[in-house]
Structure formats: C-alpha cells, structure tokens
C-alpha cells in the first residue's frame, strides 16, 4: 500500500508542475541522442514550447487571482527566466560555446520551469533545497554547470592512465586517425601546435564528401590532392551534408601515409591548397566555423601523423538531463554547497 500512498500524494501536486514532467522522457531521449549523434531533431522542442505557452498561460491566470506579493514574485522568476536564462543560451551558441540543440533546450527549459515546481510525497515536498531567488531554469542551468565540471577530471584520469600528462589532458585525448572515422569533435593540434580552435571533425567529412575521398586516399596521397587542381570538376562535386555520420560510409580507416609526405614533404603551389577556400565557397552556410586556414591546417595533421589529439566536445544535453533530474528531486546543488560551507542560511 505504500507506493499506492506515494503515488496518490504524488497527484496531489499542482497539475501544470506534474505535466512539467513530461520533460523528463523527452531530455532524456535527446540526451541519448546526443551522445550517439551530437544531433537533436528540432522538431524535439516543438512540442515542449507548446506546452509551456499553455502551462505558463495557466500559471497567469492562477497569479491573477493571489494577493499582489505572490503577483511580485511570480513577476520577478518570469523576468529572470525568460530575461536571463533564454537569452544566456543564445549569448553561449553565438560565441561558439553551446551547440543550437544546447541553446535550444536551455530556451525550452526556461520557458516551463520560471519557478520551483512542487511535488507532494508522504512526508518531504520535493525539490529538497530552494535558494531564496527561486527560479528553476536558473537552478538547472547551475547543475548543469557543476556537473559538467567532472567531465575534465575525467579525462585527466584517462589521460594520466595512459601516460599522458599535461595540461592537454583535461581538454582532450589522443585517438589514432582511424578513431576519426567514428568521432565528434575538433583537433587540437595544427602544424604550427597545439590549438584550442582547431578544425572540427564534422567540417572533415563535409569536405571529404564534397570531393568524393576517403582520408585514407588522401593520405596516401597528400601531395597529389593538396594541389587545387586536382578537385573533380564542378558537377562531379557530392553533397557535403552536415557533416553526421549518418550521411554516408566513414570517411576515414586510417590508411597510409605516403613516401615523402608529412614535415618534409616539398611545398605545393600555395593558391588556395587542398581546395580548401573552393570547398568553403562552394557551400551554403557555414561549415562551423571553419576557416580556409584551419582546414588546410587540419588536412596537413592528419595526412602525415599516425595519432592526433582531440577534444570530444561533451555533449552538454547530457549533464543538462542529469541537472534536471536533480534539479528535480534534490534541488540546487550550488545553494547546498553554500550551506554546507557557512556562505548563506
């Protein structure tokens, strides 16, 4: 009888915070996503943004009828929700530090989650710790934070158990180039060193796809492909996608490097090499952020060196999942750390 109990206290909470929780499934099936694609369909958000509209719109007309504190309040987590924490997603994807799917979601969640929402259980009203502002997108987006904090720390271990220790090491991981076949993230490495705006692996298979190659083709003849006129004519070039592997066969097996290649290789003509400001041209948009220079810094690494390193790019729908659940549940991870530390009440 006691999950009966459980559940029928569990009804008991205000209907709009239990259909918040219809959240729940959807992050959690585009956090998995994220993981095995570092795609998120954007007709996911869709609905989610229909849902908060009508739940927010629910929320007004309750305020409307409470005394003119509560009307404040409900004023002031609203202003700071969709004031602060929307547009913070947006300022993160523009300066290159959030995906659209990460800024889209942190949009999605400060449009249902303005306040802390309530959920009755025998005993406990969950979440467990609410800092005094009392805005829960806001509370999310700081777990999300300390979460994301582990992720380097993480790697240094892995890093440090295979015998690579610098600063490098919280940043990235050295794969063999046949790992680029399968991997999502950008290089750190160009020829002149290390680079924390190296060429992303995704901008890589758009580019290879565009001119029909593999990489081990390439490296098994940079000399020969680093020439601009060896690109296939105009109406021969493919469709370079977006870059996901779900657009083709894996563009990379390792392959050979080529006699006479890499830091000694002989220059090759220096107008446009490997095509690279042709193929850039040759397509709508951007291919994230790349540059001609970083491509044809990027091609030059992994045509001549047998491992490189990398920097994953942590899939952040990942710890923004795990922080709302325990937003959910716990509460605000930051505001219990400063209670245990003395700093507030």
Same mark, same amino acid.
């Given at each position: 009888?006691? =999950?009966?109990?459980?559940?029928?206290?569990?009804?008991?909470?205000?209907?709009?915070?239990?259909?918040?929780?219809?959240?729940?499934?959807?992050?959690?099936?585009?956090?998995?996503?994220?993981?095995?694609?570092?795609?998120?369909?954007?007709?996911?958000?869709?609905?989610?943004?229909?849902?908060?509209?009508?739940?927010?719109?629910?929320?007004?007309?309750?305020?409307? &009828?409470?005394?003119?504190? $509560?009307? $404040?309040?409900?004023?002031?987590?609203?202003?700071?929700?969709?004031?602060?924490?929307?547009?913070?997603?947006?300022?993160?994807?523009?300066?290159?530090?959030? &995906?659209?799917?990460?800024?889209?979601?942190?949009?999605? /969640?400060?449009?249902?989650?303005?306040?802390? =929402?309530?959920?009755?259980?025998?005993?406990?009203?969950?979440?467990?710790?609410?800092?005094?502002?009392?805005?829960?997108? /806001?509370?999310?987006?700081?777990?999300?934070?300390?979460?994301? +904090?582990?992720?380097?720390?993480?790697?240094?271990?892995?890093?440090?158990?295979? &015998?690579?220790?610098?600063?490098?090491?919280?940043?990235?991981?050295?794969?063999?180039?046949?790992?680029?076949?399968?991997?999502? &993230?950008?290089?750190?490495?160009? =020829?002149?060193?290390?680079?924390?705006?190296?060429?992303?692996?995704?901008?890589?298979?758009?580019? +290879?796809?565009?001119?029909?190659?593999?990489?081990?083709?390439?490296?098994?003849?940079?000399?020969?492909?680093?020439? =601009?006129?060896?690109?296939?004519?105009?109406?021969?070039?493919?469709?370079?996608?977006?870059?996901? +592997?779900?657009?083709? #066969?894996?563009?990379?097996?390792?392959?050979?490097?080529?006699?006479?290649?890499?830091?000694?290789?002989?220059?090759?003509?220096?107008?446009?090499?490997?095509?690279?400001?042709?193929?850039?041209?040759?397509?709508?948009?951007?291919?994230?952020?790349?540059?001609?220079?970083?491509?044809?810094?990027?091609?030059?690494?992994?045509?001549?060196?047998?491992?490189?390193?990398?920097?994953?790019?942590?899939?952040?729908?990942?710890? #923004?999942?795990?922080?709302?659940?325990?937003?959910?549940?716990?509460?605000?991870?930051?505001?219990?750390?400063?209670?245990?530390?003395?700093?507030?009440?």
């Amino acid at each position: 009888m006691q =999950p009966l109990s459980a559940v029928g206290t569990l009804l008991a909470s205000p209907p709009t915070d239990l259909l918040r929780l219809l959240v729940v499934p959807i992050f959690g099936w585009a956090a998995a996503r994220d993981i095995a694609t570092r795609r998120v369909p954007n007709q996911t958000w869709l609905p989610l943004v229909v849902l908060g509209v009508l739940l927010l719109a629910v929320d007004v007309v309750a305020v409307l &009828g409470a005394d003119p504190f $509560r009307q $404040r309040l409900f004023v002031i987590h609203l202003v700071v929700s969709l004031g602060l924490v929307a547009p913070l997603g947006y300022v993160f994807w523009r300066l290159g530090g959030f &995906g659209g799917a990460d800024a889209k979601a942190v949009m999605v /969640l400060a449009l249902l989650f303005p306040e802390f =929402p309530r959920y009755f259980l025998p005993g406990e009203v969950l979440p467990l710790v609410q800092p005094p502002l009392g805005v829960f997108s /806001l509370t999310i987006l700081s777990n999300t934070v300390l979460l994301g +904090l582990g992720y380097p720390l993480v790697l240094a271990a892995r890093n440090a158990a295979r &015998g690579h220790r610098s600063l490098v090491m919280f940043v990235g991981k050295s794969v063999p180039v046949s790992a680029l076949s399968t991997a999502y &993230g950008s290089l750190l490495e160009t =020829p002149a060193g290390f680079t924390r705006n190296g060429l992303d692996l995704d901008a890589l298979r758009m580019y +290879l796809r565009w001119r029909g190659l593999t990489l081990s083709e390439l490296r098994g003849d940079p000399d020969t492909y680093r020439d =601009p006129a060896s690109l296939p004519p105009e109406d021969e070039r493919a469709d370079p996608g977006d870059g996901a +592997l779900a657009d083709g #066969m894996p563009i990379a097996d390792g392959g050979s490097v080529a006699p006479g290649t890499g830091a000694d290789a002989p220059a090759a003509d220096p107008v446009d090499e490997w095509g690279a400001a042709t193929f850039l041209a040759s397509i709508e948009g951007d291919a994230y952020g790349t540059t001609p220079e970083k491509l044809r810094g990027g091609l030059e690494v992994i045509s001549h060196e047998e491992e490189v390193w990398l920097t994953p790019g942590m899939p952040f729908i990942v710890p #923004m999942f795990v922080g709302l659940v325990v937003a959910l549940g716990f509460g605000d991870l930051l505001y219990a750390v400063l209670q245990v530390a003395g700093l507030v009440p």
